[in-house]
């Protein structure tokens, strides 16, 4: 009986989650196809988008996304890259860039020098660059997102035509590992479980959505919920930023590019949890009753529809079974839109267990050091607790 009534929690957990994503997942846009390429017809002309780039200590990709960004094939834009504190090359080697500019001089480079109590970096970074940014749009994104020269253009044809206040255009991840293939699949997996990215649209919903490395905002709607200031101490900015507009009554879409923007999130399974040790605990609002409960129901969801197809018995079978195949189709899908191969659903388990361990390293983590340490600069736990949105 025991099997009968957890194998039926997991597979209806699992089965509505895929009946809602084949049914909802369609309806998302991808602004690859033939209906975006053209130029948003608006009486003013092409709308001005200024780009805004926090950069920290990231010397090793600048170049190589900055390139990208200087080479759109958009008529009206201008980057604002922001050197926040570096202490390696980041600002020369971006001053260099802007040095060599042909023509109409997009590129404009800003430093920052030292951070006001009450910020972090990264917000701080972008509110002060949107100080002096001239455009109808604002974009944010990352300083290691390589841009295909029609990505912006195609956006905005998308953004003008919805119409659209903020547009979150989903990012190709790079993956160049097993390990790397093996967590991303399974990030994402959580993504499509936890959230639903169809229903962001919905006005009638609280789904919404944020990606820093492709944040395109009206400045208008963005001055109107607080700008950065109201995300100043907020360590999940960008998606916190979809949340703000969401709440505020904005009209918020999410695409598909398949590789307009392409983005190397982290080296090997480990550089995984590196990165998302700083953030998951952020991610349970830093209560630690909420992130073991996380962890329990990560394994409970993840592990068990593999270990009770096992431990069962006969027809008991049947319901982990169906919560597997639902885990499997969602691999089916995501296999449409990234590299990764639908058979990585056999090392689900593998990765399960190394998010528990994120889950938990983050925890532990922030409260020992009672704080989270970014780019060298640490941020007091209660300070973050406080500026939370």
């Known amino acids: 009986m025991i099997h009968w009534i957890v194998g039926s929690i997991l597979a209806l957990a699992w089965l509505s989650r895929i009946i809602g994503a084949v049914r909802g997942m369609p309806s998302i846009s991808n602004v690859t196809h033939d209906r975006w390429d053209l130029n948003p017809v608006v009486p003013s002309g092409n709308p001005r988008v200024s780009i805004i780039v926090p950069a920290c200590n990231e010397e090793a990709n600048i170049r190589a996304a900055l390139s990208t960004l200087l080479n759109l094939d958009y008529d009206n834009y201008e980057v604002l890259f922001v050197n926040d504190r570096s202490t390696d090359r980041t600002g020369e080697v971006a001053q260099e860039i802007a040095a060599q500019q042909a023509g109409m001089a997009r590129l404009k480079v800003l430093h920052v020098e030292t951070l006001p109590s009450g910020w972090l970096g990264k917000p ?79 006005p009638d919903t609280d789904d919404h959505m944020g990606v820093g490395a492709f944040n395109l905002i009206r400045r208008r709607v963005y001055e109107e919920i607080g700008t950065y200031q109201a995300l100043r101490f907020e360590v999940l900015d960008d998606m916190k930023l979809g949340k703000v507009v969401k709440k505020a009554g904005y009209a918020q879409r999410n695409a598909f590019g398949d590789d307009l923007i392409s983005i190397r999130w982290a080296h090997g399974a480990m550089g995984v949890v590196r990165n998302l040790t700083k953030n998951f605990f952020a991610i349970m609002s830093f209560q630690w009753p909420r992130a073991l409960a996380s962890c329990f129901m990560l394994a409970f969801l993840n592990l068990m529809p593999f270990a009770g197809v096992w431990l069962a018995h006969g027809w008991a079978r049947v319901p982990y079974g169906v919560a597997l195949l639902s885990m499997f189709s969602i691999y089916v899908g995501m296999s449409m839109h990234s590299s990764v191969p639908p058979y990585y659903f056999f090392l689900h388990p593998v990765s399960t267990v190394l998010f528990v361990y994120t889950m938990l390293r983050s925890m532990f983590t922030t409260l020992w050091n009672r704080g989270v340490t970014w780019r060298g600069t640490k941020y007091e736990l209660e300070e973050l607790r406080r500026g939370m949105v």
């Open 124 to 202: 701080h970074a972008m509110w002060t660059a949107a100080l002096q940014a001239t455009g109808d749009w604002l974009l944010f994104t990352d300083a290691d997102v390589l841009f295909k020269p029609e990505s912006v253009r195609r956006a905005i044809a998308y953004a003008e035509a919805e119409p659209a206040d903020h547009m979150v255009l989903f990012p190709r991840m790079i993956m160049k590992t097993p390990g790397e293939k093996m967590m991303i699949a399974f990030f994402q997996t959580l993504f499509v479980f936890g959230h639903r990215p169809w229903k962001v649209a919905d």
